[in-house]
Each structure stands twice: as structure tokens, then as C-alpha cells.
């Protein structure tokens, strides 16, 4: 067992555990396994129904601000479906959702959109 670890770079405990795997499973059970992770907290149905709470703005919602900021999309929802994300999740969760973060234009009152348009 030395040498086969040897020769292929690994320690001796691994290749024992791959050998027991190969008498009990064949290639199937040395083949990697795929770690998943957590379920989604929102399901499909509901990612649908927030972007739709989402695309109506927040005015719709109640909220003083005119754009969605990550606070405002994690207390929609907390309200919408009694779920709670981590403040640092947010920004993931509407990339995932096709949005992208905008800033904001900001225009001199004065401007002339006629002589810029010249």
C-alpha cells in the first residue's frame, strides 16, 4: 500500500480508504462526490414573486427611498416571506436574480439636454 500511495502522491490512509471503496463499490465509489451545499432559502416560485414585488419599485412597498438597496431588499423579503438573509448576502442574491448594481446619475440642475443634444 506504501508504494501505491507513493506513486501517486498521497498518504497511505487514502489509498486504503480508496481500495476498501473499490472492493465494496468498484469505479463508482471512488468517483468524486458532489457536496451541494444548503437548500435555497427561497424557492423558485418565490424568486419569481420577488422579482415581480421588486420590478413595482419602492414606493409600491412603502419605502421613503427610490431605489432598492440591499437593507430594503432583505426587509422585502422578511416581510414577503418571513425569511432572513445575511446583509452580505444580498448583493449575491440579486446578481443571481439578473440585477446589477446602479448608481445613480447626478446632473447639474443648470444643464441644457437642447445644446447637449446640438
Given at each position: 500500500?506504501?508504494?501505491?500511495?507513493?506513486?501517486?502522491?498521497?498518504?497511505k490512509s487514502?489509498?486504503?480508504?480508496?481500495?476498501?471503496a473499490?472492493?465494496?463499490?468498484?469505479?463508482?465509489?471512488?468517483?468524486?462526490?458532489?457536496?451541494?451545499?444548503?437548500?435555497?432559502?427561497?424557492?423558485?416560485?418565490?424568486?419569481?414573486?420577488?422579482?415581480?414585488?421588486?420590478?413595482?419599485?419602492?414606493?409600491?412597498?412603502?419605502?421613503?427611498?427610490?431605489?432598492?438597496?440591499?437593507?430594503?431588499?432583505?426587509?422585502?423579503?422578511?416581510?414577503?416571506?418571513?425569511?432572513?438573509?445575511?446583509?452580505?448576502?444580498?448583493?449575491?442574491?440579486?446578481?443571481?436574480?439578473?440585477?446589477?448594481?446602479?448608481?445613480?446619475?447626478?446632473?447639474?440642475?443648470?444643464?441644457?439636454?437642447?445644446?447637449?443634444?446640438?
Amino acid at each position: 500500500m506504501t508504494e501505491v500511495a507513493a506513486a501517486v502522491g498521497s498518504s497511505k490512509s487514502s489509498a486504503s480508504r480508496w481500495k476498501e471503496a473499490w472492493k465494496h463499490g468498484g469505479a463508482k465509489a471512488l468517483r468524486p462526490k458532489r457536496h451541494p451545499g444548503p437548500s435555497p432559502k427561497l424557492k423558485p416560485q418565490q424568486r419569481r414573486q420577488l422579482l415581480a414585488a421588486l420590478k413595482q419599485g419602492t414606493r409600491q412597498w412603502d419605502y421613503a427611498l427610490a431605489g432598492w438597496t440591499g437593507p430594503l431588499v432583505r426587509d422585502l423579503i422578511r416581510r414577503l416571506f418571513g425569511v432572513e438573509y445575511h446583509a452580505n448576502y444580498m448583493g449575491t442574491l440579486l446578481h443571481r436574480l439578473g440585477w446589477s448594481p446602479q448608481k445613480p446619475e447626478h446632473r447639474a440642475r443648470e444643464r441644457n439636454e437642447r445644446a447637449i443634444a446640438r
